[in-house]
């Protein structure tokens, strides 16, 4: 099973690409020295202890990532919820670690066997507007993990072929309006509420 996740790491950290404890700590001074209230409050998490803080280590999905996961993966629930296959130990490392950060965790999955690869999603909710959410990518798990590029190509595919139904089924709905235009006698069309593709076939 691979595994990929998706923390940050920062340049002039351990010869290990990881973030040291230090590090944090400076990143957190220098955050409240220049007064970058933003990132404050991304560093500040809620635990089982109470409130901690720390450097918020995930990124948002980008409009491009979020449509093609979304499309590819449609089946959305709540990692507390999730029963479609084992998770694996690195991605619980992460749900452990995001836990707090977030207000929702979620996995998003296939519907079918054309990708098998779920994606971990972290959900951050607006607490001036409920309505509005921001997503961001964790981790995702499979057997075998394919490029972005790739699944935008498989995505794109799909979404195509969405499209092209939906104008093939306009193009037969417009020949039935157009026929009807035809037949239909004076006082029919007139008694026609709104010319509407609708009432032309119905």
């Not at 607006?126 to 798990?141: K, Q, V």
């Amino acid at each position: 099973m691979l595994v990929e996740t998706f923390e940050q790491l920062e340049l002039g950290t351990a010869s290990d690409g990881t973030v040291t404890p230090e590090d944090n700590v400076e990143a957190l001074a220098l955050c409240e020295e220049l007064g970058l209230e933003g990132q404050k409050k991304l560093n500040v998490r809620t635990t089982d202890e109470g409130p901690i803080t720390a450097r918020f280590p995930y990124r948002e999905m980008t409009a491009t990532e979020a449509a093609v996961y979304g499309i590819l993966c449609p089946t959305h629930s709540k990692v507390a919820d999730y029963s479609a296959g084992p998770i694996p130990l690195r991605v619980l490392q992460v749900v452990a670690h995001a836990k707090g950060m977030f207000n929702e965790i979620h996995v998003w999955a296939a519907a079918s066997p054309v990708v098998k690869d779920p994606v971990l999603v972290g959900i951050k909710v607006d607490p001036t507007a409920s309505w509005r959410t921001t997503r961001y990518i964790l981790a995702r798990w499979g057997d075998v993990l394919e490029s972005f590029d790739a699944l935008l190509v498989k995505a794109a595919k799909i979404q195509r072929e969405k499209f092209r139904t939906l104008a093939q089924r306009i193009q037969t709905e417009v020949g039935t309006c157009l026929a009807a235009l035809k037949t239909e006698d004076d006082e029919t069309i007139v008694r026609r509420s709104e010319p509407t593709a609708y009432h032309l076939v119905n």
